[in-house]
């Protein structure tokens, strides 16, 4: 079964919009076949896109501020 538009997808076309262009890695398995989130996420970590900045450091996510209502 091929899946279609996925939410890989729509993170691909996001950042073509925003001028970055992602790779579109696909995945295969048995029951699965289109673009795969973790491959995505291996893409952006490895990739150097221009007017992009991307921090490498392991740090802590910043404290919540304000109430979730």
């Known amino acids: ?6 939410c890989t997808d729509f993170g691909i076309a996001v950042g ?3 001028g970055i262009n992602l790779p579109s890695t696909k995945a295969s398995s048995f029951t699965f076949n289109g673009t795969s ?8 970590r490895n990739g150097n896109f ?3 900045t991307k921090t490498t450091t392991k740090s802590n ?3 919540r501020k304000g109430y979730c209502n």
């Open 61 to 63: 996510a910043p404290q």
């Open 16 to 18: 073509k919009l925003g």
């Open 37 to 44: 989130p973790g491959n995505l996420g291996d893409d952006v």
């Open 1 to 6: 079964m091929q899946n279609r538009y996925a």
């Open 50 to 52: 221009l007017n992009t």
